[in-house]
């Protein structure tokens, strides 16, 4: 499942320059790792809760929720990071009122 997702974020990068692809590699796949990992504490999270009551009524956090809290935290870091080096690859090259204007004013 990491490799599958880790496919998937890396073909985002197919247009970005290839060294900052290699640069950013391990960050796809700890994105990916962590995406997976998430998968699997939500499930566990629906199936036994995100909090436990214990024999005097005191409830906490469980495990799985303390995490998940965690690995989303750091899950969310990756993905804006990868994000704004995606961000600053994109070239939309402009529409076509934009390559009116810039005629215009030539």
């Known amino acids: ?34 995406n997976v990992e998430l998968d699997k ?23 799985a929720a303390k995490y998940y809290t965690k690995l989303v935290n750091s899950y969310g870091t990756a993905i804006k990071t990868l994000n704004s080096i995606l961000g600053k690859q994109v070239d939309d090259g402009g529409d076509a009122f934009d390559k009116f204007f810039k005629r215009a004013n030539e």
């Open 1 to 34: 499942m990491i490799n599958k997702e880790y496919k998937r974020l890396k073909s985002l990068f197919s247009f970005v320059d290839e060294s900052k692809t290699e640069l950013v590699d391990n960050l796809i796949y700890q994105a990916a790792f962590l």
């Open 41 to 63: 504490l939500q499930e566990q999270i629906r199936k036994y809760g995100a909090v436990q009551t214990s024999n005097k009524d005191a409830q906490r956090q469980t495990e």
